[in-house]
């Protein structure tokens, strides 16, 4: 409501006001969105000041372009951009308010999120197709000139195509592939990682695009070595230490809902790292692979990816040193249910001043499904 009355004060002064962003394709989806943002063409920035002005405080964001924040809602220009430097953030930003909105839209990553909708008309502005590639489930950069310049884009992929269960079309994949990842800081990564594990229904569609893409083996070494990694097939018909690691993070994202949000990225990340000493340790024995005293190679190798994405605390909740604890101890409990006398009662206390229990139980199920 608070977008119509915005949009309808831009209208009567001759601009004209669209909902962009994840907020549309969410929309053409069917599911809800929490993230509204405005972009209002065809008035000066004084001018959209002034009038958003009747509608509550205003936050102003940024230097050469202008985002307000009213109410919770973004309103801004339409931006023009140039690349000046490395990173996602080495561009030059000027807010145009004359900028078409198809040019406007060329800005965007991919053809999903460059989708104007008018929140008085009901219309749709699509002028790069992304509601084409909506329906046929396909992530498509919107400009191949200038999508590269950006790296983070390529994480973005990962979490979309799995959120939104899309492929990569292969102009994209391959400009994915070209564009260097060394300029990216540790939060941007994390931040597109925690969107990977937390909100796709089966993040392993982003974990293998990963892959596909050349991401996991730049960024994450420790991960591509699970690829190569064999199993022993009477225990693992599923195949390699890559291929169970994906599964076992599908089947724990099924188990995330009686937790926090923060005891779920512990679990969904304890389910992503438990097997990382694996490489490290597999051997083969009279014709069996086995891979002994894995779960205790693997906490320095996850502590080292924890240190590379810079994940510590969360809300106070310790979620570093859970998922350390669940890379130590996560076979535990299928020992326990194998051993030939019952496990007593001192010991379930003692692993309790360890790990969280539930959260060691839900893992536990995700690895053996």
């Known amino acids: 409501e608070l977008a119509r009355a915005i949009a309808q004060a831009v209208r009567t002064r001759g601009g004209r006001a669209l909902v962009v962003g994840g907020y549309v394709r969410d929309a053409v989806l069917g599911r809800p969105s929490k993230d509204l943002d405005l972009e209002v063409f065809g008035l000066p920035v004084d001018d959209l000041k ?158 293998h695009l990963g892959r596909d893409l050349a991401v996991v ?16 097939a009477e225990w693992h018909p599923e195949g390699d230490v890559w291929t169970h690691t994906c599964m076992v ?30 490489p490290l340790v597999t051997i083969e024995v009279d014709g069996r692979i086995k891979s002994p005293g894995h779960e205790g190679e693997g906490v320095p190798l996850a502590e080292a990816l924890l240190d590379g994405w810079q994940v510590h605390t969360l809300d106070g909740y310790p979620v570093r040193q859970q998922v350390l604890a669940l890379v130590a101890w996560h076979m535990l409990p299928g020992a326990w249910w194998k051993a030939t006398e019952p496990v007593s009662d001192g010991a379930f206390r003692r692993l309790a001043r360890k790990v969280d229990m539930v959260l060691l139980a839900r893992l536990s199920e995700a690895d053996c499904n």
């Open 50 to 207: 002034a009038l958003l002005g009747q509608f509550g405080t205003i936050n102003t964001v940024g230097e050469s372009f202008t985002v307000f924040k009213v109410q919770g809602l973004d309103v801004s220009l339409p931006r023009r951009e140039s690349k000046v430097g490395r990173g996602h953030k080495g561009f030059e930003v000027h807010g145009d308010p004359a900028l078409p909105f198809h040019e406007a839209a060329r800005r965007r990553d991919f053809t999903i999120n460059a989708i104007g909708w008018d929140p008085l008309t009901d219309e749709y502005l699509d002028p790069h197709g992304g509601r084409d590639d909506l329906q046929r489930r396909v992530l498509r950069m919107v400009d191949a000139r200038t999508f590269g310049e950006d790296s983070l884009r390529v994480l973005r992929a990962l979490q979309f195509a799995a959120r939104f269960d899309c492929r990569v079309d292969e102009d994209t994949a391959r400009v994915c592939r070209e564009t260097p990842l060394d300029d990216l800081p540790a939060e941007r990564i994390w931040g597109e990682v925690e969107k990977l594990l937390l909100r796709a229904p089966r993040p392993s569609i982003g974990l």
């Open 217 to 232: 083996s730049r960024l994450w070494p420790t991960l591509e070595a699970l690829a190569s990694c064999p199993q022993d």
């Open 249 to 278: 993070v599908d089947e724990a994202a099924t188990r995330k809902a009686p937790f926090t949000y923060p005891e779920q990225v512990a679990l969904m990340l304890g389910a992503l790292l438990h097997d990382v000493g694996k």
